[in-house]
């Protein structure tokens, strides 16, 4: 069974930095890509960031690059999502998703998504 679990989110002044984990478990992690998407109140889902974890290649949407950086640890099954210089439009849910590929930030399918974890940056 997949599992993706989030966690690593919370209350962080504007500014401030946070690491957000995605543990996996349940198919073979260096075959797929996991993404970073957010959902802030009122708004649509939007995608974040995405690792291929086969080579390590890397997108983010352009609002994040620079402040955020996505990274893989294979032998913790784990990805993480390194966020600097939060700012209040950051405020969202956050969710790591399973997906067998991504590039420019384009997924393909959605196999399974995390619970969330609620990221809230105060101004």
């Known amino acids: 069974e997949v599992q993706l679990v989030e966690s690593g989110g919370g209350l962080v002044q504007a500014g401030g930095s946070l690491r957000l984990s995605c543990e996996a478990s349940?198919?073979?992690?260096?075959?797929?890509?996991i993404g970073w998407f957010r959902q802030a109140p009122g708004k649509e889902r939007e995608g974040v960031s995405c690792?291929?974890?086969?080579?390590?290649?890397?997108d983010y949407r352009d609002s994040v690059k620079g402040r955020f950086t996505v990274s893989s640890d294979s032998v913790k099954n784990t990805v993480y999502l390194q966020m600097i210089s939060l700012m209040p439009e950051d405020t969202a849910v956050y969710y790591c998703a399973l997906t067998p590929y991504c590039h420019l930030m384009r997924w393909g399918p959605i196999h399974s998504w995390g619970q969330g974890t609620q990221v809230t940056v105060s101004s």
């Open positions: 690792i291929n974890n086969s080579d390590r290649k890397t």
């Open positions: 349940g198919f073979p992690f260096d075959d797929y890509a």
